[in-house]
């Protein structure tokens, strides 16, 4: 037998890439490339869906299928990608307006899902394919050199939100900490169930605010960005069956998630192992008909669209 081996390279395409020059966008390119490369899992068995934005042209230059939406559908792409063809490993992947903003209603639903697959959101706090404007993430307050007064509305926390939607797996990344972002995306990739990462990005055309510099700052003698493995934190629900755990965990996560500003924690803030909803289709307590949709036979419905 022949043992494919797949490196980054084999992940990327000749595709011109009109990014900005410095934009974060290409270190998370890369490090999604190194996690599919780490995972070993063959191109033509990747799909990356996208929805609108500068973030939204990532699969332009992911050798695998590739889907480039409407704004905000990522994810509800994502899902039916997923559920049409269960041996894929699907991505889902855009920028904060596009998940938050427009795509707020699929975000907060998939949670309740958890099909198999990842979400990768860029979060560079601005609409940066429309000029700067901020996105749902820009805190109250603040005014990046794109705005023309500061932000009046409150900010939402997509890791809170994450959680409490009930997503199975919930991570925060940063762009520009290539070895770990890779790793975190690898994990999300493995998860069984729908993966979140809201992945911290500079723009460095439109948020003059949170910049490299300013994420890589040391305060007090600590790094701002510090990661979550490295204390004593655990984002595991060892007994999923177990209610209270779980809304103790969540809790735990959910506070953990608001930490901003000198300190701010990256890495995996909660995690649970339980059906997906294509576990709950092949095998719930539904009528043998109802169960397992990859095997009906659908060619009365096909013909009915002939
Ligand atoms: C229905 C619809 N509304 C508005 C737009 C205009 N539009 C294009 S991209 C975008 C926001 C992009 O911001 P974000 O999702 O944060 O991605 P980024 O460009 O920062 O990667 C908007 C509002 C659109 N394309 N379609």
Known sequence: MVV???????????????????????????????ALAEVQVPPHKVAVVSGIGCSGKAPHYVNAYGLHTLHGRAVPVATGVKLANPELTVLAVGGDGDGYGIGAGYFVNAGRRNVDFTYLVFDNEVYGLTKGQGAPTMIKGLRTKGMAEPAIQDNINPLALAISSGYTFVARGYALQPKSLAQLIGQAVRHRGTAFVDILQTCPVYNDLHTKEWFGEQIGGHPRLFQLDDTDYDPMVHDPTNLEEVVAKKVQAIAKSYEWG????????????????????????????RRNIWNRDLSALENSFR
């Open 4 to 34: 494919q081996t797949f490196t980054a390279k084999d992940y990327k395409t000749a595709v011109h890439n009109t990014w900005c020059p410095g934009c974060g966008d290409f270190a998370i390119l890369n490090a999604l490339q190194a």
């Open 262 to 289: 000198d300190r701010i924690p990256l890495g995996v803030f909660y995690k649970i192992d339980v059906p997906t909803f294509e576990d709950q289709l092949a095998l719930g307590d539904r009528p043998p008909e």
